[in-house]
């Protein structure tokens, strides 16, 4: 029987682990904090978990009077309006902890049920491929005993841990990292975030959302800069209408508590103060003390294992997938380089990696999903591309739900009218950007977009919508 080792039980891991297990390999899945890892215990699942809160009040706070609703307020002041939810971190972040624990135990009940073996502990590599082609790999459990294991093939799915400044090492308790936020009990009064990618973005955003006074530092000249400048526009005049001091081109050099407060200093000399201080600036792969570079696995200079797109690594017998890639940081696309791994050494059929459908999304306030080819692709002239940008301002549905802010924005080639790439930005948008998503995957065309119906009304109306003017463009072009 194959035998296949897989280091690291994150989203790469045990879908790799489930795959080859139902396809007649002997699996074992080497993990030393539990299967989901950090995307399942301490980022994805539970920042999202925490943005759902964040996301229920948001909703309320910023809709109820125009659609009507009446909030008891004892002592409203006599020009603002009544607001009376509040939120009990603690309970929120336990009930967070709660759930993240619950699907990291269903998970490891689904590898179990498949087959696989789920071993404590962690592993590296040990010395070149032997002359079988076998591999080995040391595993050391928390209480230093070490086993050794023989795979004909392993992978590395280890993920990623936070990147830390060297003036501003957090302590867990005012200066955090996106791990740590987890462990409050009562909600920042004032905090500064710093980092303006997708993951401070989105604390910013729920903190916000959650009564916190936020100063997000960027960097940069606008927050997401990875992100549609168009989307980007959109989320930061929202997040500085609803009162976030949002600090462009400003280059954070060091945090310091001060008693019960952190000082953030600046590039430029400028100094913040806040009663929180969560430091959101990227993150460094898992891929140290493994034995990989000994064992011919290829580091690119960020420390990110190199692969080809069917997940190998310079080694022969040793693939890698998730954040150690460095690909592309989404759990989904980490799922499908773990999947490719074990469908391309056990001789199943095997598609290679297309980044070029992979679908993400922010999870801020309004949402930001994209699929494909973006404007700055087109902008750089990377892809010749018909484009619409459609507001929701315009959509039926958005009036009645009091949706002001977003838009869809879908990417066609000229002459056959392919869709090659969209953005939706609206609540849901993770939902909205499927049917874009399937559009890029399959080659279809504006034209067959427009012509499926669509419910009446809808949000994904303007997804037709847009299709429809774009077909418009095209026939118009060719007459």
């Known amino acids: 029987m194959t035998r296949i080792v897989i280091i690291g039980g994150g989203p790469g891991g045990y879908e790799a682990a489930l795959v080859g297990a139902q396809l007649g390999a002997e699996v074992t899945v080497v993990d030393c904090d539990g299967l989901g890892g950090a995307s399942v215990l301490t980022d994805c699942v539970p920042s999202k978990t925490l943005i759902a809160t964040a996301e229920v009040m948001t909703t309320f706070d910023s809709s109820y009077e125009e659609l009507g609703i009446i909030v008891a307020d004892d002592t409203p002041h006599v020009e603002q309006a009544a607001r009376v939810v ?33 071993l404590r502990g962690r592993g590296r590599l040990s010395g070149r491929q032997a002359v079988d082609g076998s591999r080995q790999v040391v595993v050391t459990a928390a209480d230093g005993t070490e086993e050794t294991l023989t795979a004909d093939a392993v992978l590395i799915a280890t993920g990623g841990h936070p990147r830390e400044l060297p003036d501003a090492k957090p302590d867990g308790e005012r200066i955090l990292n996106w791990t740590q936020v987890y462990d409050l009990k009562e909600l920042p009064e004032e905090l500064i975030v710093v980092g303006s990618g997708v993951t401070g973005a989105e604390f910013a955003g729920a903190y916000q959302a959650l009564g916190s006074r936020v100063t997000l530092v960027s960097s940069r000249d606008r927050v997401l800069p990875g992100e549609d400048p168009d989307a980007a526009a959109v989320l930061e005049d ?43 600036v990227g993150a460094i792969p898992n891929s140290a003390g493994m034995g990989l570079e000994e064992a011919g696995v290829r ?95 315009r959509n039926p549905r958005a009036k ?80």
């Open 86 to 118: 509040g939120v009990d971190l603690g309970k929120v972040n336990r009930r967070v902890k709660r759930l993240a624990l619950a699907q990291s135990h269903d998970i490891t009940a689904s590898v179990t049920r498949a087959g696989a073996r789920v």
């Open 400 to 479: 009645m739900q009091g949706i002001r802010d977003g838009f869809v924005k879908i990417f066609c080639r000229p002459g056959t009218g392919i869709v090659v790439g969209g953005c939706v930005v609206a609540p849901r948008a993770s939902e909205l950007i499927h049917p874009i998503s399937i559009a890029v995957d399959n080659n279809l065309t504006v034209e067959q977009i427009a012509n499926a119906f669509t419910v009446y009304p809808s949000l994904s109306g303007s997804i037709a919508e847009v299709a429809r003017q774009l077909h418009t463009r095209k026939t118009a072009d060719e007459g």
């Open 238 to 280: 929202v997040f500085r209408r609803r009162g976030m001091n949002v600090m462009a081109r400003s280059r954070a050099e060091s945090a310091k508590r001060v008693g019960d407060r952190v000082e953030v200093t600046l590039s430029d000399g400028r100094v913040i103060s806040g009663t929180h201080c969560l430091m959101a």
């Open 299 to 393: 580091l690119k200079e960020s420390g990110h294992i190199w692969t080809d797109r069917v997940s190998r690594t310079s080694a022969p017998g040793v693939y890698a997938a998730g954040d150690v890639t460095g690909v592309f940081a989404l759990a989904s696309v980490a799922a499908m380089q773990g999947r490719i791994a074990m469908y391309h050494f056990l001789g199943d059929a095997v598609a290679p990696l297309n980044l070029k459908t992979v679908s993400s999304n922010v999870f801020t306030d309004p949402e930001i999903a994209t699929v494909g080819y973006t404007q700055a692709d087109v902008d750089a002239g990377k892809i010749d591309a018909k484009v619409v940008k459609l507001p929701l301002l």
